[in-house]
């Protein structure tokens, strides 16, 4: 038997304000048709000034771990996977782990952009069986709406604020995360990025992208990692399930499930309802199929991401 770190229980949390395409129109100009056929969102979550990527990531993690039927003192290790930290340090997973009630066990942030969680769970995949701990809360969570130019409509529009998180555990067996792969390109820095930093202006900066050139980007991305990683853990796409997507945009989910050769209704998609949350979004959509029942145990799931860096990554894991 194979020792693999399994999803024990999901998930996620969301702002109380929900922000309709109409209701950005009337500050932005740009118009419900246009976001709806270009991206397929129609509204998104927006944080008000109580709520944080640590808070939202706590009550995802809560919840997550009620899902598990655990309690927080069993948690070894928190991955917080974020590019909107509460603060510059100390890691937001910290912050996460003193709401949360737990006096020790590892803590950390992981930066990946949108492919964070894709990164967070293959180090904690790693770390926990390798003998780092029993149980892992893997956070994404995110705060987007801080570091958008909200007059910039070719990206204001795009983002919303939200997290997921899923609880590991290490088990003999069947079930859990069958194979990882993650890649990174840095030369695309100037395609999709924050114009600030504390190294360098002393500020957060906004949230640039040359959006064509990233979701062309995307689609020959995802579709290669996806392919990469069935490869891995000796499948093919007709073993899929479910894919569990990055929610960027409608039309790169249903291009790289094509050129898959996979139907659109395997398709896990919650971007119409939270638009683009960054690291937090492909627990999002994987904690919202699990509780509507749509993806049920022993699925295969295919969950993948691409982001700023360029960074991008696949994990194919037998729910
Ligand atoms: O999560 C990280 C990964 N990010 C992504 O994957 C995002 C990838 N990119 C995309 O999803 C798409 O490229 C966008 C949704 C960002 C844009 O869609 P597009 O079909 O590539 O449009 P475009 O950028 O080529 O713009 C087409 C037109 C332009 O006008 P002109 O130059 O043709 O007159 C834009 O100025 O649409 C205009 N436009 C808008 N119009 C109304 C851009 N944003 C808006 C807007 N409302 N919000």
Redesign the pocket.
């Known amino acids: 038997m194979t020792l693999r770190s399994a999803i024990l229980g999901t998930g996620s949390a969301l702002p109380a304000r929900r922000v309709s395409n109409n209701e950005l129109s009337e500050t932005v100009?740009?118009?419900d048709e246009?976001?709806i056929e270009?991206?397929g969102i129609h509204f998104r979550h927006i944080a008000d000034d109580s709520e944080t990527t640590a808070s939202l990531g706590t009550l995802a993690a809560e919840r997550a771990i009620a899902a598990a039927e655990l309690a927080p003192s069993d948690i070894d290790l928190i991955v917080l996977a974020t590019s909107t930290p509460d603060q510059t340090f100390p890691a937001s997973a910290t912050i996460i782990q003193t709401n949360l009630g737990i006096d020790d066990c590892i803590a950390f942030d992981v930066q990946a952009v949108?492919s964070g969680f894709l990164y967070a769970l293959t180090v904690a995949d790693n770390m926990i069986r390798s003998g780092s701990g029993q149980k892992a809360l893997v956070i994404g969570s995110e705060t987007f709406s801080r570091i958008l130019d909200w007059e910039d409509?070719?990206t204001c529009?795009?983002f919303g604020d939200g997290a997921g998180a899923v609880v590991l555990g290490t088990e003999e067996g069947e079930r859990g995360i069958l194979s990882s792969k993650l890649h990174a390109d840095g030369r695309h820095n100037q395609l999709?990025y924050v114009d600030g930093g504390p190294s360098t202006t002393g500020t957060v900066g906004k949230l640039r992208?040359k959006?064509?050139e990233?979701?062309r980007h995307?689609v020959v991305n995802l579709s290669a990692v996806l392919h990469e990683a069935l490869g891995a853990a000796g499948l093919t796409a007709a073993d899929v399930d479910w894919i569990v997507p990055?929610q960027?945009?409608r039309r790169?989910l249903d291009a790289t499930a094509k050129k898959l050769g996979l139907p659109p209704e395997k398709i896990v998609v919650t971007v119409d309802q939270h638009a683009?949350t960054?690291a937090a979004s492909v627990p999002l959509a994987l904690d919202t199929a699990v509780r509507d029942g749509r993806i049920t145990r022993g699925d295969v799931l295919a969950l993948e991401a691409?982001?700023?860096g360029f960074t991008w990554g696949a994990s194919i894991v037998r729910y």
Do not use: E, K, Q, Y
Request: with cysteine; net charge positive.
């Open positions: 100009d740009t118009s246009w976001i270009r991206t949108c409509r070719g529009v795009l999709l992208m959006g064509r990233v979701f995307a990055h960027a945009n790169i683009n960054s691409m982001g700023g």
